[in-house]
């Protein structure tokens, strides 16, 4: 009797080569990911995005969120600042996501911390989005991997953990100083709708997106002073990641 084959995890150099993959079709693709996020994240956000070769747009006018979804390649529900206009933009940009097929990424930003923005991200998570980005206290409230099952996760920390069925990848890149600037988890959620848009196997979208911002952090922390030299480093090291950087960087834990 054969025994069953297994799957085995890539090489930090096999996945290197696959996320260097999908920067390139992002950046030749352009995709544009409309961003129902936080008023702390935007602005920082859509920097990101353009850094990298993805185009944002922002708006959250009830009036305009369906059009807008409609012609966006991706979406990003993050609840950072929950208030009655988010809470209608969701409504409306989700109905466009799950009536056009659209991957949608949600970003449960301190569900751990207020019982309203739990009740609605459980809600949301129900609704099965193409990728939820959480961190290790956001997960437990919501009620772990096991209440979640059948969601692809991005666990964000200081070991990041994609899970996506039985398939999981842990990635070690990353610096202590993108914890130093708001919205650096924020536009990294933009940035995995953007890796969506562009590569529909949810874990190697997820390991690209957290990639290319974590190994953007390290390399401008090396030149930073602080935190207010930090972001241009980093939006700089955004727009400059390659294949090579990609492949002499990443590391797997």
């Known amino acids: 009797m054969t025994a069953p084959a297994t799957a085995t995890a890539p090489t930090a150099d096999a996945l290197s080569i696959d996320i260097g993959r999908v920067l390139n079709r992002l950046r030749s693709a352009a995709p544009r990911v409309h961003c129902l996020t936080n008023a702390v994240a935007q602005a920082f956000t859509a920097n990101v995005l353009l850094a990298l070769g993805a185009i944002p747009s922002m708006t959250l006018a009830a009036e305009e969120v369906p059009a807008f979804a409609a012609s966006a390649d991706a979406i990003l529900v993050n609840l950072g600042t929950l208030d009655e206009s988010r809470r209608t933009a969701f409504a409306l940009g989700?109905?466009?996501?799950?009536?056009?097929?659209?991957?949608?990424?949600l970003d449960p930003v301190f569900v751990d911390r207020s019982p309203p923005r739990l009740a609605l991200a459980r809600d949301l998570a129900a609704r099965r989005p193409s990728l939820l980005k959480v961190n290790a206290g956001e997960l437990a409230a919501l009620g772990g991997a096991e209440a979640l099952a059948g969601v692809p996760l991005a666990v964000t920390g200081p070991v990041d953990l994609v899970q996506v069925g039985a398939r999981t990848l842990r990635l070690a890149n990353g610096h202590p100083m993108m914890g130093r600037v708001t919205a650096t988890g924020c536009a990294a959620g933009a940035v995995l709708g953007a890796c969506l848009a562009?590569?529909?196997?949810?874990?190697?979208?997820?390991?690209?997106?957290?990639?290319?911002?974590?190994?953007?952090?390290?390399?401008?922390?090396?030149?930073a002073a602080g935190p207010g030299s930090f972001v241009p480093l980093f939006l700089d090291a955004l727009h400059a990641l390659d294949a090579a950087s990609l492949g002499q960087h990443l590391r797997l834990a």
């Open 94 to 105: 989700l109905e466009v996501a799950e009536a056009t097929g659209k991957p949608w990424v």
């Open 198 to 223: 562009v590569e529909p196997d949810p874990l190697l979208a997820a390991a690209a997106g957290l990639s290319f911002v974590a190994i953007a952090g390290e390399l401008a922390a090396r030149s």
